[in-house]
């Protein structure tokens, strides 16, 4: 069983930068990849980044490339979104989740584990 809290959200506006934290608690948090996803009111939830297992291979959408950067402390069993240059289009409720298998990370279904969620709103 692993849980995820997720915090740093907050109102920012554009152009500017949030760097968001994911704690887990469980003692196999370096086994499992993690995933950034999003969800904005009236749209479905969508994948923003992933992370493997040890950190060696991490993924975005095409939209957050570039701005984005993903990375996690094993030892502190914590995963990061790192967030600049953000837009309004970025405004949305950000979730975390845990895969226990490295593959198809952009697919929601293969989370095992979500956090609650964190507001990020991006001013114009």
């Known amino acids: 069983q692993v849980q995820l809290v997720e915090s740093g959200g907050g109102l920012v506006q554009a152009g500017g930068s949030l760097r968001l934290s994911c704690a887990a608690s469980?003692?196999?948090?370096?086994?499992?990849?993690m995933g950034w996803f999003r969800q904005a009111p009236g749209k479905e939830r969508e994948f923003v980044s992933a992370?493997?297992?040890?950190?060696?291979?991490?993924y975005y959408a095409d939209s957050v490339k570039g701005r984005f950067t993903v990375s996690r402390d094993n030892a502190k069993n914590t995963v990061y979104l790192q967030m600049n240059s953000l837009k309004p289009e970025d405004t949305a409720v950000y979730y975390c989740?845990?895969?226990?298998?490295?593959?198809?990370?952009?697919?929601?279904?293969?989370?095992?584990?979500w956090g609650q969620g964190t507001q990020v709103t991006v001013s114009s």
């Open positions: 469980g003692r196999t948090f370096s086994s499992y990849a």
């Open positions: 992370n493997s297992w040890m950190g060696g291979s991490t």
């Open positions: 989740a845990a895969a226990r298998y490295g593959y198809g990370l952009e697919n929601p279904r293969v989370y095992d584990y």
